[in-house]
């Protein structure tokens, strides 16, 4: 089976967030572009379906600062050219240990990139929201105005339609086995179901299934460990659901510490709030448990503790499944592979649970890979794959 003879500039694999942006700058930029997905289009079995995904500029790690505040820019100019809504503007609030060191870098960073940010003690964390939060006597708040929530299934759609008005062919149902270079140098991609794309240049984003494509494509054996978490949904008692939405200001929000807790406002389901651990447990994607949490313990008792007993904490009342792709510093993979596919193959993934809110960026970095030979706007050093060389845990933090 073949899909035509026509050789694509650029094929993208993996319909998630990252391939359907990659495609849609690809598309935009004139050339020839071929969207491939193993699954139906906008499934639940990656990392990029579901209701929320929270933006946040405050990173412990300098150098997603600034790709933040431009991610936050994309995000409006590509909703502007679709015509609807995908990026919901509200504050970012983080919160921990005074002494947490992440929570310190954070506030750092803060002053060194000018970006507006008030730092609370307790009681004005108290007075900040109306008695609605409270952290511990030895915490501290941080108060962001860059933060936001974005809805991650009509985003990774509003990429494909974009990319699909943009002349891109989107094909689903398609599993990528094999990626080879052809002796006239042209990349061709070939499918489980016998089918062979021809292409000049190829980016793969194919979340939690990497380090399996990766390995079969090029050898290469990546760091990079799919995890299965689980995002849960609390009720907000009864009289008091209209204070925790973006409305009346309430903000995405992080803790600090172990375990980090984080959560978007009430936006999806009218009376419910997201709070979830960001962790898991290890898995492989094609055989994943779907399971609920091992323990809720701690995320229950935090619950209790910083949300005034407003939550009802005996257990969430809707839990849904995901994939992260973990590398060992948590920081991204975005890079060419290498060998003897050199340049013609660009690879992202290993978004290590905070991607999606540099999903614009990510592509549009892409689309400059593979089409002008390297990314102009974005500073990939802590991205490269020569980090894991001699070197399983990648990047050093403190
Ligand atoms: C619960 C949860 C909460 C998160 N919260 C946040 C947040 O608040 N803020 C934030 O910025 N980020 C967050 N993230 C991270 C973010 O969602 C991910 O980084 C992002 O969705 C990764 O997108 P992706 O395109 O790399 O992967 P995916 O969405 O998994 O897309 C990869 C695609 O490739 C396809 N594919 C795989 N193998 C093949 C193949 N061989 N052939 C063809 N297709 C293939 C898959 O089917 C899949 O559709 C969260 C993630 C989870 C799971």
């Not at 936050?72 to 590509?78: M, Y």
Request: with cysteine.
């Amino acid at each position: 089976m073949e899909y035509s003879g026509q050789k694509f500039d650029v094929i993208v694999i993996g319909g998630g967030v990252m391939g359907s942006s990659t495609a849609y700058h690809v598309a935009k930029r004139g050339y020839t572009t071929l969207l491939l997905e193993q699954f139906d289009f906008l499934h639940h079995r990656g990392s990029s379906h579901g209701e929320s995904r929270t933006l946040r500029a405050t990173y412990p790690e300098n150098y997603y600062f600034g790709m933040v505040m431009e991610a936050a820019q994309l995000w409006e100019q590509v909703q502007s050219e679709v015509g609807y809504k995908v990026y919901y503007k509200t504050p970012q609030f983080d919160m921990g240990p005074s002494d947490d060191k992440s929570l310190r870098c954070v506030i750092a960073n803060c002053e060194s990139y000018s970006m507006p940010c008030r730092v609370l003690d307790p009681n004005q964390v108290s007075e900040h929201f109306s008695g609605k939060m409270a952290v511990p006597e030895n915490w501290t708040g941080v108060l962001t105005e860059l933060g936001g929530v974005i809805k991650p299934t009509k985003a990774v759609s509003m990429f494909q339609t974009l990319a699909l008005q943009n002349g891109a062919v989107l094909m689903d149902n398609m599993e990528v086995k094999d990626i080879k270079k052809d002796d006239g140098g042209d990349i061709v991609v070939h499918t489980s179901n016998g089918a062979k794309f021809c292409g000049r240049k190829c980016v793969v984003t194919v979340g939690a299934w990497m380090k399996k494509l990766v390995k079969t494509v090029s050898g290469l054996l990546l760091p990079v460990q799919p995890i299965e978490t689980t995002v849960c949904y609390w009720k907000i008692k009864e009289g008091h659901h209209g204070e925790f939405t973006i409305e009346s200001g309430f903000p995405t929000f992080a803790s600090y510490g172990e375990p980090y807790i984080y959560g978007t406002p009430s936006l999806e389901f009218p009376g419910l709030i997201k709070v979830a651990v960001h962790g898991g447990h290890s898995c492989d994607p094609d055989k994943r448990t779907w399971g609920p949490p091992a323990s809720l313990e701690s995320l229950k008792q935090w619950i209790e503790g910083r949300f005034s007993g407003l939550i009802e904490c005996t257990g969430p009342v809707a839990i849904q499944s995901c994939m992260y792709s973990m590398t060992p510093d948590e920081d991204f993979v975005i890079d060419f592979l290498g060998g003897e596919l050199g340049k013609d193959v660009a690879v992202a993934g290993g978004f290590s649970g905070h991607g999606f809110k540099m999903a614009p960026l990510v592509g549009r970095t892409l689309a400059e890979m593979v089409l002008d030979g390297e990314a102009k706007g974005v500073e990939l050093k802590h991205f490269r794959l020569t980090r894991f060389e001699g070197n399983p845990k990648g990047n050093v933090k403190e």
